[in-house]
């Protein structure tokens, strides 16, 4: 079946520091979709991206889906305690499998 | 709408017991789907469903595990009978077509 994987599967930074995880499809997809997950919670849905090369920016956070629609990026800058959590990539489909993700820690 | 909603929020029972977990997903939408979240494996696909038909179980772990949608408002997933290897976080998630994916607050069972 479809595998959306992510790397790295953990981060730590220093606060202010930027942050940067990557998905990549075994398969095209059709879109792209990211959620983050804060320690305890559920996924909770960030963003879809569906064009080839499509970037979009939300505050301090800028999505990336790639020319070949196989892979995308979520790029924070200057990272604040409130990004801890894990971020997921989600390839909207038949099955809606989500990525491995990336656990990220952000250090006062 | 109150978003999707899943019962209980915690579950504890021993092992060779029969689990049944409950989602209630946001009206209007028409897909669902059950993952297991743990440590080791991440968010794992268990079962989709489509206008309440099961499209795609491959990610159901074992004979033991068996999930419902009578209805467009409920599905449950049943775990009979129950493994300490069963403990996880399940999630249950309802979309529209193939946008956002809605999340329930989850289920943490705990199978001792």
């Known amino acids: 079946g479809q595998q959306v994987m992510q790397i790295p599967q953990y981060q730590h930074v220093q606060e202010g520091e930027d942050f940067t995880t990557y998905c990549n499809s075994s398969?095209?997809?059709?879109?792209i979709q990211w959620y983050k997950q804060r320690p305890g919670g559920h996924p909770v849905f960030l963003i879809q991206l569906v064009k080839s090369g499509e970037v979009k920016k939300q505050k301090r956070l800028t999505f990336q889906f790639g020319e070949a629609k196989k892979n995308s990026s979520l790029h924070i800058t200057a990272t604040q305690t409130t990004d801890v959590g894990t971020y997921f990539c989600?390839?909207?489909?038949?099955?809606?499998?989500f990525g491995t993700g990336t656990s990220l820690t952000v250090i006062p | 709408d109150a978003g999707v909603i899943q019962s209980p929020r915690h579950e504890v029972t021993e092992m060779g017991q029969e689990v049944t977990l409950r989602c209630k997903p946001i009206?209007?939408?028409?897909?669902l789907f059950w993952y297991r979240q743990t440590m080791m494996r991440g968010l794992e696909l268990l079962i989709y469903f489509n206008n309440n038909v099961p499209i795609d179980d491959s990610g159901m772990p074992e004979d033991r595990f068996s999930a419902k949608m009578p209805n467009a408002s409920f599905s449950t997933l049943k775990i009979q009978p129950s493994e300490p290897r069963d403990s996880a976080v399940y999630f249950c998630?309802?979309?529209?077509?193939?946008?956002?994916?809605?999340f329930g607050q989850g289920t943490r069972l705990t199978v001792v």
């Open positions: 998630a309802s979309t529209l077509g193939y946008t956002e994916a809605f």
């Open positions: 989600a390839g909207p489909g038949n099955q809606f499998y």
């Open positions: 398969t095209t997809l059709s879109n």
């Open positions: 009206s209007g939408h028409n897909s």
